[in-house]
């Protein structure tokens, strides 16, 4: 493997392939690098419940020269993130003294954490590249299962404003999935999804791939479902307090999709203008155009 090359990547690409114990082996790279980065050969074995002979096969097979070239390039994303990281003085807590201590200040704090260690994993490259395929693609179709059709229905609805030709995909068979069998390699699918995976979401996107059409995932991992069958994925990280997922992170990747993407058409910020336009003259919003502050 290139010395250049995001071990991530080649482990997500390689991820099909593994034995039972060598995803597990991967999925701990992912889950936590920092162990793997300083773990002896034997402590990572034992860890898993493997032998250290099978991860010695797992460095091999996803194109490395052994366990001591892996730590390496797993040593190499966690200086990254260390360098990626840092706290403004005197630590999150300040931000919620005020909140006094209390479980939603603990909540506030998390979801602070969850995106501070999205941008940190996030890379510039593949951002980029996300961005220009969904400002070109012909026509855009947007899916997400569960919770995350929320996410879905507000990025499908807001990518039609910024550039037309959007489309939210339903699950259950729902509307624009037959439009995706006429759809080629200038279409592109933003699949949005997290464990608990929709099976909607993965068939749509097994569909898409066969039809060869780009596909970008938002999944929590690179390993996962979604991020196995896309082109570019961008992991978010979506750890939860409670029982529910928590999706600040992905609201803020999302965020930096659409602002991107109406950066690079100039022209989108009139056709959003003109539309919100159209919608005030049918009626459409409570408070309109022609308000004024007097409320005449």
Not at 101 to 106: E, L, W, Y
Not at 116 to 136: F, H, V
Not at 236 to 245: H, K, L, Y
Not at 271 to 279: I, V
Request: glycine residues 8%; hydrophobic residues 40%; charged residues 20%.
């Amino acid at each position: 493997m290139d010395e250049s090359q995001d071990v991530l990547s080649a482990v997500r690409r390689k991820y099909d392939e593994l034995t039972h114990s060598q995803k597990r082996i991967a999925e701990a790279i992912v889950e936590d690098p920092e162990f793997v980065a300083f773990a002896t050969v034997d402590k990572l074995a034992e860890r898993l419940s493997v032998a250290p002979s099978t991860v010695v096969r797992f460095a091999y097979k996803i194109g490395l020269n052994g366990y001591p070239d892996l730590q390496e390039r797993v040593r190499k994303v966690v200086r990254s993130q260390m360098r990626n990281h840092s706290q403004p003085d005197g630590g999150d807590a300040d931000l919620t003294r005020h909140l006094e201590p209390s479980g939603q200040a603990d909540s506030l704090l998390h979801d602070l954490d969850n995106l501070r260690q999205t941008i940190n994993g996030l890379d510039a490259e593949r951002l980029t590249s996300a961005i220009t395929t969904l400002a070109t693609a012909r026509n855009v179709f947007v899916v997400g299962g569960y919770a995350s059709g929320a996410l879905a229905s507000y990025t499908a609805l807001t990518l039609e404003r910024i550039r037309g030709q959007a489309y939210l995909i339903e699950s259950h068979g729902g509307r624009h999935i037959p439009a995706l069998f006429q759809a080629t390699s200038e279409d592109a699918v933003l699949a949005i999804g997290f464990a608990p995976y929709s099976t909607d979401t993965v068939q749509i996107l097994e569909l898409a791939k066969q039809r060869g059409i780009q596909l970008i995932g938002i999944t929590d991992t690179p390993i996962s479902p979604i991020g196995q069958r896309v082109d570019v994925v961008l992991p978010t990280r979506v750890s939860g307090m409670g029982a529910q997922n928590s999706l600040v992170a992905p609201m803020a990747v999302i965020n930096a999709l659409l602002n991107g993407t109406t950066a690079a058409l100039p022209a989108s910020i009139g056709r959003y203008d003109q539309m919100m336009r159209s919608m005030d003259r049918w009626g459409l919003f409570v408070l309109s155009g022609a308000d004024t502050a007097d409320g005449r």
